[in-house]
């Protein structure tokens, strides 16, 4: 596996770190400090970090001072926020966002402004009791600013887009350690390579972006039994094209496994597991839904009417942290042929080592975009989970690579970066990005990072 900073990079000394200390308000771990393991534990528990050393930044001025610092030492800077990415911190300067954690919903613009600490849960309280809401994923469990700076694919995705598209301004500290307010019209430039480069050239600080009005929606999920997938899967490729994009909706086959968090009707049983979320209302989402649930006959249906604050019951994401494995590709269309495919790698007869196996429907919103790098040929989606104890190691990355890689014919120009494994786009950047698009962030890297310190796995360099 690609390790995320400098081979060989010298060990810091003890005045190095105590110039850190003093250059920062937040707190500063060495790598023997007993706290830098509590540190950087996040959800996702396959990653072993092993930092040169460790800050907690509490402001942008933190963040700053810190990649000044490590810009000296010769070092490279990695970020972690919640811990749901992918990206082992070794031999890096890692900075901890989580302390960044200030919220402010204003109603009368429906904006809101988030620290880079803060989770879709934060947001989705502070915004619910106005009937607003942001563009969350899957789960309200996710950092914002990692999850935005990847794209960002929604349950509103078809009516609304990328959560990227409703970034207004971005308080970010670029690779020179300078503090730069950025927006659509100050520098385009910077504004579309943060919106779809994560931290390839800064580590971004504080959000502003627009809210949408959510008062009530129709939304949940139907599962049927393993005999019951192939009949699911058919029926919702050639069902999800004609919805109105005020209907987003999933597709999964489900892994469930045989533990007491899971619901007992569900354990240790695979599943085909429908995700619905309807912007209208739930006579209309009745009727939308009605194909599908004639299909077959449900093991669990839950769709209903709901307000927004319950979003997470429409995916079920799991809420406790456990080491995984992820990758996807987007989809440039997605036919009959495809979800057999889909059927053939990761059907209920294929014995494989893999929670979750989704298809996602987007176009809509979601291609007429303008702003980031979020590409906009891209229909479907397909995005596979696998959990990385030591005995699968080695298996999982190879079993999801190959689910990916039997969708190759129908894929997208590229994948947004959040759902393709970041040490694939380090082997393959062209994974994530276009020619022109890795031309531009170069140009950015020039003029922002000049000294190579931000991005170092993620750009392949």
């Given at each position: ?120 849960a934060r947001l989705v309280e502070a915004a619910a009791p106005y009937g607003l809401a942001g563009l969350n994923g899957s789960s309200t469990d996710v950092g914002i600013a990692g999850y935005t700076t990847g794209g960002g ?185 495809a979800v057999d495919a889909v059927l053939a790698a990761a059907g209920p007869q294929q014995e494989i080592p893999l929670i979750l196996v989704e298809l996602r429907h987007l176009a809509g919103a979601a291609e007429r975009g ?79 990072d000049p000294h190579g310190v931000l991005g170092a796995v993620r750009l392949g360099v």
């Amino acid at each position: 596996m690609t390790e995320l900073g400098v081979p060989g990079a010298a060990l810091a000394t003890d005045a190095a770190l105590a110039a850190l200390r003093g250059a920062v308000t937040g707190p500063v771990f060495g790598p023997d400090d007993v706290g830098l393991v509590t540190e950087l534990a996040g959800f996702n528990l396959a990653l072993e970090h092993a930092p040169l050393a460790v800050v907690g930044a509490t402001s942008a001025e933190d963040i700053a001072a810190a990649v000044r610092w490590a810009a000296g030492q010769g070092v490279r800077v990695g970020v972690l926020a919640t811990g749901h990415g992918d990206l082992a911190q070794r031999g890096t300067l890692a900075i901890t966002t989580r302390r960044m954690d200030r919220v402010h919903v204003e109603p009368a613009t429906r904006r809101a402004t988030v620290g880079a600490g803060v989770k879709w849960a934060r947001l989705v309280e502070a915004a619910a009791p106005y009937g607003l809401a942001g563009l969350n994923g899957s789960s309200t469990d996710v950092g914002i600013a990692g999850y935005t700076t990847g794209g960002g694919v929604g349950p509103f995705v078809r009516k609304y887009g990328y959560a990227s598209d409703r970034v207004r301004r971005v308080r970010v500290v670029t690779g020179d350690g300078e503090i730069r307010d950025v927006t659509a019209a100050s520098d385009p430039e910077l504004f579309d390579v943060v919106l779809g480069g994560k931290d390839a050239v800064g580590i971004v600080a504080e959000l502003e972006f627009a809210l949408i009005e959510v008062p009530r929606m129709y939304g949940g999920g139907l599962m049927w039994g393993a005999a019951d997938i192939p009949a699911v899967l058919r029926a919702w490729q050639e069902w999800a094209p004609t919805l109105p994009e005020e209907m987003t909706t999933s597709v999964a086959i489900l892994r469930a496994p045989d533990v007491e968090s899971v619901p007992a009707p569900l354990r240790g049983r695979t599943l085909a597991h429908l995700r619905v979320a309807h912007l209208g209302s739930a006579d209309e989402g009745r009727a939308l839904l009605g194909p599908m649930r004639a299909v077959a006959t449900p093991v669990m249906d839950t769709v209903d009417e709901m307000s927004y604050a319950a979003i997470d019951a429409v995916h079920m994401d799991p809420t406790d942290p456990m080491p995984f494995w992820a990758d996807g590709c987007f989809l440039a269309d997605l036919d009959a042929d495809a979800v057999d495919a889909v059927l053939a790698a990761a059907g209920p007869q294929q014995e494989i080592p893999l929670i979750l196996v989704e298809l996602r429907h987007l176009a809509g919103a979601a291609e007429r975009g303008t702003r980031g790098l979020a590409p906009r040929d891209a229909r479907f989606m397909v995005g596979v989970v696998g959990p990385l104890v030591p005995a699968l190691r080695e298996v999982v990355p190879a079993v999801a690579r190959g689910v990916v890689e039997a969708l190759t014919p129908w894929a997208a120009s590229r994948t947004g970066l959040n759902w393709v494994n970041p040490y694939a786009v380090a082997a393959r950047p062209e994974l994530a990005w276009s020619p022109v698009e890795r031309r531009r962030i170069e140009a950015v890297r020039r003029r922002v990072d000049p000294h190579g310190v931000l991005g170092a796995v993620r750009l392949g360099v």
